[in-house]
RNA sequence: GGCCCCGUAGCGCAGCGGUAGCGCAGGUGCCUUUUAAGCACUUGGUCGCAGGUUCGAAUCCUGCCGGGGUCACCA
């Protein structure tokens, strides 16, 4: 750490040094006291940075600061189609295109060359003619200092080559960028049928996500599922706002943290000297506007709860939550399907979506179930037989579950749904009237005082949104939550600390209202068949690898 | 956290007790319409790390690090 520190100091630029490519001096200089444990190039880099020196010395820029484009690769390739069909068989109008992309495959057979450069739009074919363009820059090609992964720019008119693939014919070439690392080999094969085949896939899937920008540069899929991702996510936008709510965002460090069962994430504020949380949920704070007169909120952001991580966990996600007055978990309902099949369309044209082996359909109406009928269609028992929780717990031993002993009666009854139910709900089903004593800001169904309008929806056997008839009355809020406070048992982390300024809140008068939340990447998964959350987020957490620049570590001696 | 599997060249993989191999990429040469271009020659590896067993370990054993799966917990 500390011979970094000093190293930035000595790298510090004089105002009066240039710092323009090829400036070897001043890079050398920056080399001098560089530790060992920084980056050394391997073979493959050392031949690249020979290569670079060398285009420099020829007076080549390899980093220019101006570029100049005029179409995209897909572009370039529509422009010129569209000449042909005006033509109609005749020789077409010249299309001259100047385009920009990295290179992702290059053929240099002497005197003449074909490389495919790509863009965001794809990838279109240069041709390139040693007697077409400027010879010492074609030298560059031909002489293999330009590679597969440079950046390049390349001006020229378009053609069609004895093999028929459209391309620029390039007369002017230049280098935008060189690479010094080589990006993984994936070389593509165009079958008859047009699929690509894919030799050397990238598929080391911690390489992939420890380096998501070389997943990105190589695995075009990877790039079109975030490219969907922000779709997905613009459309959820669209409902909410359709539905007249308004946008906010609400604290991420919060001093009292609630809203859901879990456990938090600590942090600390030095000059306050206060520890903080980070949030669970954005429930409370958003349910706090309501009282302060808007009839309805949503929030799209982060939660963090400090948990195991799986294939659709991860320690912060993305979350969607919104509270609208004037609605029950009925009209919430209602929004959610609305939002989903808006959303499978948008991204696949109809309310159908492939998922695993499955074929989802998203389109409203979605069946309701009780929880209890749920549960006694899949386990045969009726749980409301039992209604203490050590009869429970006894019954669910019988069928041969296994429980934690000591767990509130509501706990036990979403064990059964989860344990039981969950994996069969492939098709989207909402499971509805929830144990009151696991539902802390939900109303009481009017039939039973147990439980209370509460629903969650499951889609691929996952679960994936949690909705309630807001409960109001702050009385009853009051005694939910000193409830919660005396079921839990001390040690339960998923009991929450009781919210004294949300009552508060409550009592000045909250409208009726029905609130909703769902993980968006768990969205993101179903609508783009990704099987893990970590395909889905551009960075997912991983462990750090040993950091050997740790002060400890370099006493040696450990 | 428990259990199971994996970690070999830049990437994809084989080898599983006799001292490391293949394809692609890379290098040299030839080639003015190729497209997984081709042909010839060729470079490249602390076999995740550290111990142990053995005459000998990539290979067997133990521990650690990282990843995946699964169970527990949760969303």
Redesign the pocket.
């Known amino acids: 750490m500390r011979g970094k520190f000093r190293i930035m100091k000595r790298n510090l630029i004089p105002p009066q040094t240039s710092l323009r490519g090829g400036d070897e001096a001043y890079y050398q200089l920056a080399l001098e006291e560089k530790p060992a444990n920084m980056w050394q190039p391997?073979?493959?880099e050392q031949?690249r940075l020979d290569?670079l020196n060398e285009i420099e010395s020829r007076g080549f820029e390899a980093y220019p600061a101006r570029i100049h484009r005029t179409h995209s690769a897909l572009e370039a390739i529509a422009a010129y189609e569209a000449a042909e069909q005006t033509a109609g068989g005749n020789e077409p109008a010249p299309v001259e295109v100047t385009v920009a992309g990295r290179i992702r495959?290059?053929?240099?057979?002497?005197?003449?060359s074909?490389m495919?450069i790509e863009d965001q739009s794809g990838r279109v074919?240069l041709?390139l003619?040693?007697?077409d363009m400027d010879e010492a820059t074609y030298k560059l090609v031909?002489?293999?200092l330009i590679?597969?992964d440079d950046f390049v720019q390349a001006a020229g008119t378009m053609?069609?080559?004895?093999?028929?693939?459209i391309?620029v014919?390039v007369n002017d070439f230049k280098l935008l960028a060189k690479s010094l690392?080589?990006?993984?080999?994936?070389?593509?094969?165009?079958l008859d049928d047009g699929t690509i085949?894919e030799?050397?896939?990238?598929?080391?899937?911690?390489?992939r996500?420890r380096q998501r920008y070389a997943d990105l540069a190589v695995n075009a899929n990877v790039r079109d599922t975030f490219v969907q991702r922000a779709q997905i996510i613009r459309v959820v936008r669209e409902v909410m706002d359709g539905e007249g709510l308004l946008e906010v965002e609400t604290p991420i460090l919060q001093p009292v943290y609630g809203g859901?069962?879990?456990?938090p994430f600590v942090t600390h504020h030095n000059q306050l000297k206060q520890d903080l949380f980070l949030r669970v949920s954005f429930e409370l704070y958003l349910k706090r506007l309501l009282v302060g007169g808007y009839r309805g909120v949503y929030e799209i952001g982060r939660?963090f709860?400090n948990?195991?991580?799986?294939?659709?966990?991860?320690?912060e996600?993305t979350m969607l939550e919104f509270y609208k007055a004037y609605i029950d978990y009925n009209g919430v309902m209602e929004i959610t399907e609305r939002m989903l099949e808006a959303v499978a369309i948008a991204i696949h044209g109809k309310p159908e979506a492939p998922f695993r082996e499955h074929i989802i359909n998203y389109a409203a109406p979605w069946p309701r179930l009780t929880m209890r009928e749920a549960i006694l269609k899949e386990t045969g028992i009726d749980y409301m037989e039992y209604r203490d929780a050590a009869a429970l717990e006894a019954k669910i031993r019988e069928i041969g579950g296994?429980?934690?002993p000591g767990q509130p009666w509501g706990?036990l009854v979403?064990?059964l749904l989860?344990?039981y139910v969950e994996k069969k709900l492939i098709q989207p089903t909402f499971i509805i009237d929830y144990p009151r004593d696991i539902s802390p800001f939900a109303k009481k169904v009017s039939y039973d005082d147990t439980h209370v309008e509460r629903f969650e929806f499951y889609i691929a056997g996952?679960?994936m949104g949690?909705a309630f008839t807001e409960l109001n009355d702050p009385r009853d809020q009051e005694a939910r939550f000193l409830e919660m406070a005396r079921t839990f048992r001390p040690d339960?982390?998923?009991a929450a600390p009781i919210d004294e300024d949300y009552l508060r809140a409550m009592r000045y008068g909250m409208p009726p209202n029905g609130g909703f939340g769902m993980?968006i990447?768990?969205l993101v998964m179903l609508i783009t068949d990704q099987?893990?959350?970590?395909d889905v987020l551009l960075y997912?957490h991983?462990?750090?690898?040993?950091e050997d620049e740790s002060e400890d570590a370099s006493a040696e001696g450990v």
Not at 199 to 207: C, H, S, Y
């Open positions: 391997n073979r493959l031949e290569k495959r290059t053929n240099v057979k002497g005197k003449v074909f495919h074919q041709f003619r040693i007697n031909q002489e293999h590679d597969t053609m069609r080559t004895k093999a028929g693939e391309s014919r690392s080589p990006l993984p080999v994936v070389k593509q094969q165009k085949r030799f050397g896939e990238f598929t080391n899937v911690e390489t996500y859901a069962a879990a456990r939660d709860r948990e195991g991580v799986s294939f659709k966990h991860n320690p996600f296994s429980v934690a706990k979403e064990h989860g344990e996952m679960e949690n339960d982390d998923d993980g990447d768990r099987h893990t959350i970590r997912p991983l462990r750090s690898l040993k």
